[in-house]
């Protein structure tokens, strides 16, 4: 798969940024789940089984992870990754969707549960631009640019409800 230049630097800028540039926003635990079973015959999990993991941990270093049930909790609920739209990733193991749902919550009731889609769709450059360098991405810089992109909308997503000191 071909991407350009520009998208592979954005991606590569958004992995840069400080593990704490959204430190302040206070989250009780961080919850991911792939959930694959919608997509008949999906087989990512044979190629990604770490991929919760990899999401829990990434956004749990952009956050204030306290631990406290009183702030608002993450709920990553992966549905689909896919190429092309088809669940059946290839031996290769390329993917360019990611599908998921968000939700914030709390167990006190503090804050309205917020629920979204989130999509995520690598776009290959189908016709040649000139002036543009087109370079093809290894399965693990694929990988990390649709996780970050992914963990990047959940965290900036995250309600300003739960952003809220309560300490004042």
């Known amino acids: 798969m071909k991407s350009t230049i520009a998208k592979l630097t954005a991606a ?6 400080p593990l704490g540039a959204f430190a302040a926003t206070p989250i009780s ?3 991911v789940k792939a959930d694959l079973t919608e997509n008949v015959g999906a087989n990512a999990m044979q190629y990604y089984p770490q991929i919760e993991e990899d999401v829990t941990r990434m956004i749990a270093e952009r956050i204030d992870l306290t631990g406290d049930a009183g702030d608002p909790q993450i709920k990553v609920e992966i549905k689909g990754v896919l190429l092309d739209g088809d669940s059946v990733l290839p031996d ?3 993917f360019n969707e990611l599908v998921a749902t968000i939700n914030y919550t709390d167990d006190n009731g503090e804050i309205n549960a ?3 889609p989130v999509f995520i769709k690598a776009m290959t450059a189908d016709t040649p631009k000139d002036g543009v360098i087109y370079v093809a991405p290894g399965r693990d810089d694929f990988y990390q640019a ?6 990047d909308n959940v965290v900036e997503n995250i309600p300003d409800i739960a952003r809220i000191d309560k300490s004042k």
Do not use: G, H, P
């Open 12 to 17: 590569t800028a958004i992995a840069l940024l």
């Open 29 to 31: 635990e961080v919850n």
């Open 92 to 94: 290769s193991a390329e």
């Open 114 to 116: 917020e629920t979204y």
């Open 146 to 151: 649709m996780i970050l992109a992914l963990v």
